[in-house]
């Protein structure tokens, strides 16, 4: 899978000025090499298979940026590790390296520890589903490529 | 009094603990009511029979008892499904009814909860319930009939489930008395807290009752789904302008536990705010003091005990001794 922590983008330029204060347990030493189809669940509001999408994005809230780190992708939403809570009803725009931009709207959240959240959200127009499929076939397709 | 000895649902003279309150504004004259009805005697004395169930209850029954201030009538656990039942058969077309003013809806659901609410607050000295039930109860039925929001939220509540809607009522009192004790005075936020505490369930309305009802969820999935509550009602009621943020925060947090084994985000005791960390311990009080299937009603003493076990972990600290005392000086 292409890495995009680097590399030359507008996302991954920017996100690397920014203050990064996502804490990722230290145990997750393989959370860059997971690729693929997440595994399924039991869980029926799931329309759409998930794709592990793993590295740092932005996040807009408002007037503020974050540096977040992404978590798996899929045609209707996305997850990410933040450093702190969200809401659900929160409006974000996410930026996606190297310059896919998403607006979401925050469906849950779960404290996996102290400074790491993980969120769930969701897409709340056509177009940025569209740009999200758009972005997935690019990921898996350079999955296919690193095999 | 009471009718001729036919079948009914348990012995004429029942022990008071196993006796559910219900509303007196609730019932109307019909010809029979598939439940037995019971009346509180003397103190000192057991509850005994007033109507047997198939046996008719007329508009001069009803009179008569609110002649004598009584707002409460008792049915057994067994009954308790009927009267639910009753209450969705009957009640629903005039709750419902846009033809009846809002106010008159209003004002039954004033007499259902003021009712409601001192059958509550007989856990406590008897002296100290009448002023409570003035004070707090009256704060918050009058609540009820000046708002908007909340007669479509509780009629919606009381179709759904008659447990939840005396849950809301009585979490909402204790919310206002554990603030006042932790010394909030002002009239506003008091308020605040007690619409707060009626609505804090309203996720549950989203849940199937068949699980909000079962005692015992074994498996994950409905475990997942009972506490989906929170978030939905979160979601439910930040789409409006009514509730402020603190008051969202009671709705969605009130499942948090200070160790961060609560749900639905698992954060803790610093992150929780402090309504929802209010609303946890009188939530835990109230449920603690409802008579189960296989269980008698806990004594006071006892759900002391629970709280006092789930301090520091499960409840902030300082409000379960708040609240401990409060409960505590009425007895």
Same mark, same amino acid.
């Given at each position: 899978m292409l890495d995009h922590r680097s590399g030359s983008d507008p996302v991954n330029d920017a996100s690397r000025v920014?203050?990064?204060?996502?804490?990722?347990?230290?145990?997750?030493?393989?959370?860059?090499? /997971?690729r693929g189809v997440l595994p399924g669940t039991y869980d029926e509001r799931r329309r759409f298979p998930r794709y592990y999408y793993r590295?740092?994005?932005?996040?807009?809230?408002?007037?503020?940026?974050?540096?977040?780190?992404? /978590?798996?992708?899929?045609?209707?939403?996305?997850?990410?590790?933040?450093?702190?809570?969200?809401?659900?009803?929160d409006a974000a725009v996410l930026w996606l390296p190297p310059d896919t931009r998403l607006a979401v709207g925050v469906t849950r959240c779960n404290r996996v520890s102290e400074n790491c959240y993980e969120c769930g959200a969701e897409f709340v127009a056509k177009a940025d589903q569209d740009a999200a499929v758009q972005h997935l076939a690019g990921v898996i397709s350079d999955d296919g490529d690193a095999d | 009094m009471p009718s001729d000895t036919i079948q009914s649902d348990g012995p004429q003279l029942v022990d008071q603990q196993r006796l559910i309150p219900i509303a007196l504004a609730t019932l109307r004259p019909m010809a029979c009511l598939s439940f037995d009805l019971f009346v509180l005697g003397e103190s000192g004395h057991a509850p005994a029979l007033y109507r047997q169930r198939d046996y008719p209850l007329l508009q001069d029954d009803l009179d008569r008892l609110a002649e004598s201030e009584i707002r409460s009538l008792f049915i057994t656990e067994l009954g308790q499904l009927r009267y639910q039942q009753y209450l969705e058969e009957h009640l629903d077309e005039f709750l419902?009814?846009?033809?009846? %003013?809002?106010?008159?809806?209003?004002?039954?659901?004033?007499?259902? $909860?003021?009712?409601?609410?001192?059958?509550?607050?007989? *856990?406590?000295?008897?002296?100290?319930?009448?002023?409570?039930?003035?004070?707090? =109860? $009256?704060?918050?039925?009058?609540l009820v009939n000046g708002s908007g929001l909340l007669p479509s939220e509780m009629f919606r509540m009381l179709r759904h489930d008659y447990r939840l809607f005396t849950h809301v009522i009585n979490v909402s009192a204790y919310c206002v008395l554990l603030a006042?004790?932790?010394?909030?005075?002002?009239?506003?936020?008091?308020?605040?807290?007690? +619409?707060?505490?009626?609505?804090?369930? +309203? =996720?549950?309305?989203k849940i199937p009752r068949v699980l909000v009802d079962r005692?015992? *969820?074994?498996? %994950?999935?409905?475990?997942?789904?009972?506490?989906?509550? %929170?978030?939905?009602?979160?979601?439910?009621?930040?789409?409006?302008?009514?509730?402020?943020?603190?008051?969202?925060?009671?709705?969605?947090?009130?499942?948090?536990?200070?160790?961060?084994? =609560?749900?639905?985000? =698992? *954060?803790?005791?610093?992150?929780?705010?402090?309504?929802?960390?209010?609303?946890?311990?009188?939530?835990?009080?109230?449920?603690?003091?409802?008579?189960?299937?296989?269980?008698?009603?806990?004594?006071?003493?006892? *759900?002391?005990?629970?709280?006092?076990?789930?301090?520091?972990?499960?409840?902030?600290?300082?409000?379960?001794?708040?609240?401990i005392i409060e409960a505590d000086r009425t007895r």
């Open positions: 920014m203050l990064d204060l996502v804490r990722l347990p230290d145990e997750w030493v393989d959370y860059y090499v /997971k590295g740092r994005a932005m996040l807009h809230s408002g007037d503020k940026q974050y540096v977040i780190y992404t /978590k798996d992708l899929s045609r209707c939403g996305i997850g990410f590790y933040h450093y702190k809570q969200l809401f659900p009803g | 419902a009814d846009e033809a009846t %003013p809002l106010e008159v809806r209003c004002g039954y659901l004033h007499d259902a $909860g003021q009712a409601m609410l001192d059958s509550a607050m007989r *856990i406590m000295d008897v002296g100290r319930s009448i002023e409570v039930a003035e004070q707090v =109860g $009256g704060q918050v039925a009058n006042q004790r932790l010394g909030v005075t002002d009239q506003q936020k008091l308020k605040e807290i007690a +619409v707060a505490g009626l609505l804090h369930d +309203v =996720g549950l309305r005692e015992d *969820i074994c498996k %994950p999935e409905q475990r997942e789904a009972l506490q989906r509550h %929170p978030q939905l009602g979160f979601q439910e009621l930040r789409r409006r302008d009514e509730l402020n943020w603190d008051q969202l925060m009671m709705v969605y947090q009130h499942h948090e536990r200070c160790d961060g084994t =609560g749900y639905p985000v =698992g *954060i803790t005791d610093k992150e929780i705010h402090w309504l929802a960390r209010l609303c946890a311990v009188v939530d835990t009080f109230d449920l603690a003091s409802r008579p189960r299937k296989n269980r008698k009603p806990l004594h006071l003493c006892d *759900i002391v005990e629970i709280l006092q076990q789930g301090a520091g972990r499960q409840f902030d600290e300082e409000m379960v001794r708040c609240w």
